[in-house]
């Protein structure tokens, strides 16, 4: 297969494949270029000339799960900070005390071996196993490379006239009895509480700019994983379907991946961050006639042969410690490494 994408939405109990069964899937050089197309989306977290908006088009068909690839998981061993991420941590830090910027976000990346005899697919289908509340995907593309994302953050989702996103931040490890439950006897910080109001409030301001018929409900604790995040649920009617390429150029990236004010966040990030995010902390996903489902890239891997490149970031704020934010990342990365 060429160019090819699998996903499966949450709580789904089949997957959809989409292949590109003639020439080459469509590059767009800006996201205001999805207004009025059709197909599966996999956007870069900046678009360039190398790293373009890869739209996969051609005929889908639905894939049955059975739950014969999910089994030998350990938990792995938290990883020793790299000094790397030492250097950019303080570099990112500074920028806060110094009142640069309100949030940053700091991502990295960790390689793992894939495991013998393995392929994208069986791990595609280890993720819904293992994650039957979060948005799979397993693209695929000459201009992208392989990736695999288990993603729980909605960028934009819709049926109709009836869209909907969501303002997601701050995480908590569960542990011990609380993987039990779904969080509810946790009590948040106020650093993760000011990151997500920070969120939600930036996008209000994007969705004012489209309707003036919207709501917002939350925050509430949300469970992904082995993790929880504080999550606002925004709904709203979005008359003119022609502008979902504007509307997405105005919400991407949010300050959950970048950091505000987003236009000096996302240039100091890009010039400055260890390793290029590539796709990581894009998006990805079908965008439809009539149905859309469009999730922020994180929780992710891109396949390079026999390596797994694994993402994960955090948000910083003034408060922000270095010890805090390298756990939260190595929390994230567990996700990915379950798999391998």
Partial sequence: MQAYAIYRLPHEDHATLIRQTEGDPLELQALTELNGRQGFVVAPFEVKGDQPVVLIQGETETVSL?????????????HPITDYYRVDFANYHAQLTSDQFRKIVLARCADEDMPEGVTPMDLFYRACELYPRLFIALVET????????????????????DWRTIALAGTMKLEG???????????????????????????????????DDFREEGPRTVRAANLVHLRSDFTFKLADRQRVGELLQALHPTPAVCGLPKREAFQFIVKNEHTPRRYYSGFMGPLGADETHLYVSLRCMHIEGGTCHLYAGGGLLKGSTEEQEWQET???????????
């Fill in 330 to 340: 190595e929390a994230k990365l567990e996700t990915m490494r379950r798999l391998l």
């Fill in 142 to 161: 000459p201009q992208s490379g392989c990736w695999l994302t288990a993603t729980p953050e909605i960028l934009l989702d819709g049926k109709g006239q």
């Fill in 177 to 211: 009895d609380e993987l039990n439950g779904e969080g509810e006897t946790l009590t948040w910080s106020t650093k993760n509480i000011q990151e997500q109001r920070i969120v939600a409030t930036y996008i209000t301001e994007c969705l004012e700019q489209f309707t």
């Fill in 66 to 78: 059975d739950s014969q690839h999910a089994n030998g998981i350990n938990e792995r061993q938290s």
